[in-house]
């Protein structure tokens, strides 16, 4: 099986940390293997551990895995309805130092892998948690072979003798980073611009992104803005305005639960700027288009199943201006540099 892209250990980290502080607070009762969950066994053997040690590692790895519907018992106390899918044996041989060794004997895909983890340098009092870390990372590294074999046209990965729980082929699609980089989304999102011209607009885009590469990513949008109300001598300046944007993403950063990168655009509008003047005066319009060349950075954090959170900020040079004056004087207008962000959701399609 070839290199299989993962987490890195701080994410992983952080990730079983937030999980395990929710399943302390609100599963603390429920016994191992309730609700008819698949479930992992972990056993202990060479030097002897003590018992605390061994909960410990027990319900940090039943917290990671829970997250994804999967449970983990001591031993052979799961429920007897189904074999474990994965039996996890922790040893340590050498009694002069905390060198671990971990092994699974896989019964999703039928293989066996370890990993000998090193723990001199963490403190006492993380060492558990390190161990269920590793034991965490080598499962589902050995269930992303199921991932694999899906996405290899050739066929050339085996696929397991007998279909896996759905909860397994769930957590290995999410663990891998979708395949060529990421799918094409459909997004929904607020959007707001500040001209040092003087307008404020404010409004909404329907956009789609469309994967070029592995990390580079064609953005696509359309979207109405209405600027906030701008006075002026004889009264006020009302705004609005219809625009399409185009922009290359590159991601810099690419895992399975965010991607970060910086972006490259331009975005042209029809813009209307349009005069309530004041009972002595008369109103005046003025409309035109405006273009913009951006240039910023971008965030996509995965919510759960196809949703994604869609964040992005920049700034903006003007390659066409608009302005409205009173009384022969520059009063507002979508001119000088422009400052954006832009918030929403995005749905894989």
């Known amino acids: 099986m070839g290199r299989v892209p993962g987490l890195t250990a701080l994410s992983r980290a952080c990730s079983l940390v937030l999980v395990a502080v929710t399943w302390a607070a609100s599963s603390s ?3 191992c293997g309730a609700n008819a969950r698949p479930w992992v066994s972990l056993d202990f053997t060479g030097r002897d551990f003590s018992r605390e040690f061994e ?4 319900a940090d790895l039943r917290a990671g895995l829970t997250e994804r519907g999967i449970d983990a018992c001591a031993g052979d ?3 007897n309805a189904a074999p474990p899918l994965a039996t996890v044996a922790v040893a340590s041989e050498n009694e002069r130092s905390v060198a671990v060794s971990v092994e699974v004997r896989d019964a999703v895909t039928e293989k066996r892998v370890s990993r000998d983890i090193d723990l001199t340098r963490v403190p006492p009092d ?3 948690f390190a161990v269920a870390i590793a034991v965490d990372e080598l499962v589902w590294a050995s269930w992303a072979e199921i991932a694999l074999a899906k996405r290899n046209a050739r066929g050339a990965a085996p696929r397991p003798s007998k279909p896996p729980p759905p909860e ?3 957590g290995v699609e999410r663990e891998l980073p979708q395949a060529n980089g990421r799918t094409s989304e459909l997004l929904l999102r607020f959007a707001a611009e500040r001209y040092l011209g003087g307008q404020t607009q404010l409004g909404g885009d329907l956009g789609t992104l469309l994967p070029l590469g592995e990390r580079l990513t064609l953005e696509l949008d359309a979207g109405l803005r209405q600027g906030l109300a701008v006075s002026a001598p004889d009264g006020r300046v009302l705004a609005s305005a219809l625009g399409i944007g185009a922009g290359l993403r590159l991601s810099l950063v690419h895992t399975a639960a965010a991607e970060v990168g910086p972006s490259l655009g331009a975005r042209l509008t029809v813009t209307r700027l349009r005069g309530a ?8 319009e003025v409309s035109g288009l405006t273009a913009y060349g951006r240039l910023g950075v971008w965030s996509s954090l995965r919510l759960g199943g196809a949703l994604h ?3 992005a900020l920049g ?3 003007p390659l066409r201006a608009l302005e409205a004056t009173d009384a022969g004087r520059d009063v507002t207008g979508a001119s000088g540099m422009e400052l954006f962000g832009e918030l929403g959701v995005g749905v894989e399609l």
Do not use: I, M, Q, Y
């Open 309 to 311: 959170l869609d964040v």
């Open 168 to 170: 397994v082929e769930a």
């Open 126 to 128: 993380g060492r558990a």
């Open 277 to 284: 003047a004041s009972p002595s005066a008369s109103d005046g």
């Open 77 to 79: 106390s799961g429920p």
């Open 55 to 58: 909960d410990k590692v027990l």
């Open 29 to 31: 009762a429920e016994t």
């Open 315 to 317: 700034a903006g040079a």
